[in-house]
């Protein structure tokens, strides 16, 4: 099974950024490129990409991501836009996290590490909070990235859990299906 481990963001979340998202790629699609934006439903913040996932393992993945987490809720904003990569033909078209990145790594690196004690293999590569607002699956020569990096807070949203995600791929693009929710659990915030 293909999984991974997201916080999802509530609905008036993803229109705040589905409205600023296509602002943001409208000079993108004309400068060239095959650029296919992520639909607002399908919004979602990575926190750990875990790829195929063999079916007898993910039982125990499941089990690990139904415990609480004991960290508290927090803030998080989004703002800001840039490319993967920096220099060169752009992959990648992404919105940053402005507040709240700090716990937010804290959320993804207790999630890898308990994926990790299962011995699941992962992606784990550093972690840097961003969210997908589209892929290119051709692009040519390079986007501005300091044309695209925009000022202020575009969204916020209260984070309480992570969820860990089936991923099933088609023509018609990805469908997600929850699995597990990993719920911030610690007092006084």
């Not at 051709?138 to 991923?167: C, D, F, K, P």
């Amino acid at each position: 099974m293909r999984l991974f481990v997201a916080v999802d963001l509530p609905e008036e979340t993803r229109r705040e950024i589905a409205a600023r998202q296509k602002l943001i790629a409208a000079p993108l699609v004309r400068s060239g490129g095959s650029l296919k934006l992520v639909a607002p439903e399908q919004m979602h913040l990575t926190l750990l990409f875990l790829g195929g996932v063999q079916e007898a393992r993910v039982p125990a993945a499941t089990e690990v991501m139904n415990t609480g987490v004991d960290l508290p809720a927090f803030d998080m904003a989004f703002g800001g836009a840039g490319v993967f990569p920096r220099r060169g033909a752009p992959r990648v078209l992404w919105m940053g996290v402005t507040a709240g990145a700090a716990p937010l790594t804290s959320l993804q690196r207790e999630i890898a590490e308990r994926i990790r004690r299962l011995g699941i293999a992962f992606d784990d590569r550093p972690f840097h909070p961003h969210l997908t607002l589209g892929r290119w699956r051709e692009s040519r020569g390079s986007a501005n990235a300091v044309a695209l990096h925009e000022v202020g807070e575009i969204a916020s949203m209260r984070v309480t859990r992570a969820t860990l995600y089936q991923s099933r791929l088609s023509a018609s693009g990805p469908a997600y299906t929850p699995l597990a929710h990993a719920t911030l659990s610690k007092d006084g915030e």
